[in-house]
């Protein structure tokens, strides 16, 4: 089931903001520096990988403090930014940065051209790093141009460039039968082939503080990665090595897959 992961071309790689950013201390410089050595070493060897980042806001919070979430964005953008390039460039890796919103998927004109320059981009050898534009992205009843969270923008970037994997780094290990932090005795499923109504009623949403998304948000995700024919595998990312194993195609966290 997993032997064609190893063949993977384009993977797309989300990874959240827990894992990121610390409400505490703020930017994981650490965390950042291991993502970008693993993402590095797997350019090399010819994977075309493109990068989905959160952290941004929550940056800007644990610099500013109580401001709006655009002033938060505005300057947790370049926080992260700045802090990638600095990790890419100890492993000689171009990067680049792509910052949108709802509609330029959703117009055919504009997602065209943001695929196109996602591919120049890989051609070139160069990692786009993709994230909302929070600082300029509204959501209201006359103005629904904001994702739902950078799961969904994960997910219509696969869609948009046809990546052959999505993969959800995030602070769980993968999909449990229960929650586990209230049944020991959960099980984590390996794979799952369809997500039926209950499963997704019943998850939690498992909100961090500086986090959107959940495990609700997650199966969302892998339920349009299935029907779009695109694997997923969600795992646990705290340690980007892990990306190792994943496309290795060894038994790490929940693959969601049709047979």
Do not use: W
């Amino acid at each position: 089931m997993r032997e064609d992961i190893k063949h993977a071309d384009i993977i797309v790689v989300k990874v959240g903001t827990s894992l990121l950013v610390s409400p505490e201390t703020g930017v994981l410089e650490p965390a950042i520096s291991k993502l970008a050595e693993v993402l590095s070493e797997l350019m090399a060897t010819g994977k075309k990988l493109i990068l989905i980042s959160s952290g941004a806001v929550g940056a800007g919070l644990t610099q500013l403090g109580a401001v709006s979430k655009f002033t938060a964005a505005a300057v947790g953008q370049g926080i992260l930014t700045s802090l990638y390039e600095a990790a890419f460039r100890e492993h000689e890796q171009a990067i680049g940065q792509l910052l949108v919103s709802r509609e330029i998927l959703a117009v055919a004109e504009s997602r065209q051209a943001f695929t196109e320059t996602i591919h120049e981009l890989l051609a070139h050898g160069i990692l786009p790093i993709i994230n909302e534009n929070d600082a300029v992205t509204i959501d209201g009843e006359e103005c629904q141009n904001k994702f739902e969270d950078n799961d969904e923008l994960s997910l219509l970037v696969a869609e948009a460039v046809q990546a052959d994997l999505l993969v959800m780094l995030t602070d769980v290990n993968g999909l449990y039968s229960e929650n586990p932090l209230v049944n020991e005795q959960a099980t984590m499923i390996s794979h799952l082939s369809e997500i039926d109504q209950r499963l997704l009623e019943e998850s939690d949403p498992h909100l961090g503080e500086l986090s959107r998304g959940g495990i609700k948000s997650k199966l969302k995700t892998a339920t349009g990665a299935l029907t779009a024919d695109i694997s997923m595998v969600l795992a646990n990312g705290k340690s980007p090595y892990v990306l190792f194993d994943i496309l290795a195609g060894r038994e790490v966290g929940t693959l969601f897959k049709k047979h």
